[in-house]
């Protein structure tokens, strides 16, 4: 493999390893519906196991196809592929979100969550939900740019789960327990961060078009 097929490969690797956390929590948890005993902490997915179970479903493909997504040379490649993919993705990523939505406002809250939990969910679920459509609208209009921007937001706000499990892990390791609003703030705090990211991400290319013209300029007038 050459050194850009290497590099081309680095970002989706690290995204697919940031989904591996969540993704042990989802088959935790489908192991525990499939044959474990009902307990408080638990029966509020047993009550209606159909959301949870296609939220799993939906955000595990999502967040690992969606990492493909992020490889410059394979979409350059493969430009039917990261159609195709890009097919199946919108689906599963409205399959997560809506599910995200439909838990946070029908199931009853778990110890220690409360409201503020609920209305980071309800901001960030329709924030995916959103990003997602106007992702699609974007290229149907071939508008390359803005489908790019909204697309990174979209799986930004989904790849939260990842960060916030970094996060509170290393809160647990440094400073100790994280209950109640402390879990909360962590988790506001992986969803910011991604953010962060993504809108970091998206003005890249123009402050690259920046440099180089300032670049090219100071040539010219040198
Ligand atoms: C838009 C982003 C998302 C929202 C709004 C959202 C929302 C939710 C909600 C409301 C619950 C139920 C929580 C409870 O009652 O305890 C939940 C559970 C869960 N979510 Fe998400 N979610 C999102 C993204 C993701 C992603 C990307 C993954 C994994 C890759 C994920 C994995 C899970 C898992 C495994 C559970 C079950 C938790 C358990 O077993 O206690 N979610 N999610």
Redesign the pocket.
């Known amino acids: 493999m050459t050194s850009s097929r290497r590099a081309d490969w680095l970002v989706p690797t690290a995204l697919i390893a940031l989904?591996l956390i969540?993704?042990a929590?989802?088959a935790?948890?489908l192991t525990d519906l499939a044959g474990g005993e009902v307990t408080p902490e638990n029966a509020?997915?047993f009550a209606a196991p159909a959301p949870?179970v296609l939220?799993?479903v939906g955000?595990?493909l999502?967040?690992l196809g969606g990492a493909f997504q992020f490889a410059p040379g394979f979409r350059r490649r493969h430009r039917a592929g990261h159609r195709v993919l890009g097919r199946v993705l919108v689906p599963a990523g409205l399959l997560?979100?809506l599910t995200?939505?439909w838990?946070?406002l029908f199931?009853p809250y778990?110890e220690g969550?409360g409201d503020l939990l609920a209305a980071f969910?309800l901001v960030?679920?329709s924030a995916?939900v959103l990003a997602l459509v106007l992702g699609v609208r974007a290229i149907l209009r071939r508008d390359v740019v803005r489908h790019r921007a909204w697309m990174i937001r979209a799986y930004a706000?989904?790849?939260?789960?990842?960060t916030q499990a970094l996060v509170t892990i290393a809160w647990v390791v440094l400073v100790g327990p994280a209950t109640g609003l402390t879990r909360t703030l962590l988790l506001g705090l992986g969803w910011l961060i991604n953010i962060a990211v993504a809108e970091w991400l998206i003005g890249e290319p123009a402050r690259g078009r920046r440099t180089l013209y300032r670049a090219r300029r100071a040539e010219r007038t040198a």
């Open positions: 989904t969540p993704m929590g989802g935790m948890r509020r997915f949870v939220h799993i955000a595990v999502y967040c997560m979100a995200g939505l838990m946070t199931y778990p969550d969910r960030t679920g995916t706000i989904a790849q939260g789960a990842g």
